[in-house]
């Protein structure tokens, strides 16, 4: 089985680096670490980068995720070959583009575009936000699954996940101490469905409703708070119809509680989504919530 280390950066291609540019920086809150061949880098942390953004179809996404050691990302592509994983690895100008030693390329069965790399690049500086969003870091990923029941057992048969929650078929799926990194959404579709950065307290939460209303972008869900990871959360409509999140206080699953920890199942009702009531403008959230 792979044993994930840590989710790395999301690619997402775009017909308007620009404006894709403008809304990363300008109501996100990323830093600019550098635009190259057609593609703009914004950092969040410690990170060389967390995002993406380059010339591009628009739902051509890829979600980076972290392996510990070389041995461990030639194992996994034995794991992955042998369960009938189609898997590529990443050029020299590749690895280059995402600041990696190396890396393999696959899709999950719904055809999620998912990297496994291997000492990917962290900055010597620290990071330098555009505005004072109070970003932490980039957290999680939502991703679409058009077989909710199938995807969670390839994430946690072959990948390792483990499931902390479900909501209806979704389940929410943690690598580390983190109640989530990764969510599986019911859909027609595969891809990205929504990318999360951690704020540092409701206040940033708050800051952010108001500045999103004042800049007319459509806020799709929240402020709320999460049944599940118990997050307080808003959710915003960004380039393209990506969604981003802003979450603060998510739940964590000790090593020490792992034993003992039971998935909780939740039922596919918008309460589950929200303890405070507010209602997703989410495709993939209502149809998780029929």
């Avoid at 990696?100 to 055809?111: E, I, K, M, W, Y």
Wanted: hydrophobic content about 35%.
């Amino acid at each position: 089985m792979i044993d994930l280390w840590d989710i790395r950066y999301v690619r997402l291609g775009t017909r308007d680096r620009d404006a894709a540019d403008r809304y990363a920086r300008g109501i996100v809150g990323l830093e600019l670490a550098r635009d190259e061949a057609g593609a703009r880098y914004y950092r969040s942390d410690q990170r060389d980068h967390t995002l993406v953004y380059f010339e591009g179809d628009t739902a051509d996404h890829t979600v980076g995720f972290e392996l510990r050691s070389g041995a461990d990302l030639a194992a996994a592509g034995s794991l992955l070959d042998n369960a009938g994983i189609r898997v590529r690895q990443g050029s020299a100008a590749e690895c280059e583009q995402r600041r990696v030693q190396a890396f393999l390329h696959f899709r999950d069965p719904s055809g999620n575009g998912i990297d496994l790399v291997v000492n990917p690049h962290h900055s010597g500086r620290r990071h330098f936000p555009s505005r004072d969003a109070g970003i932490t870091g980039f957290s999680h990923v939502g991703l679409c699954t058009t077989d909710a029941a199938r995807d969670e057992r390839f994430w946690t048969e072959v990948l390792g996940a483990r499931v902390s929650d479900r909501i209806g078929a979704a389940p929410l799926l943690r690598i580390d101490e983190v109640h989530h990194k990764v969510a599986l959404f019911p859909s027609t579709r595969s891809g990205v469905q929504h990318i999360n950065h951690q704020v540092e307290s409701i206040d940033d939460l708050m800051r952010a409703w108001y500045l999103l209303q004042k800049n007319g972008v459509r806020i799709v869900f929240g402020p709320g708070r999460h049944p599940t990871s118990g997050a307080m959360f808003l959710y915003f409509e960004g380039p393209d119809g990506m969604i981003y999140e802003y979450s603060t206080g998510v739940r964590h699953i000790t090593w020490e509680q792992e034993a003992g920890y039971q998935p909780r199942q939740f039922p596919a009702t918008n309460e589950s989504f929200c303890a405070w009531g507010a209602e997703p403008d989410i495709a993939e959230f209502r149809k998780a919530a029929r």
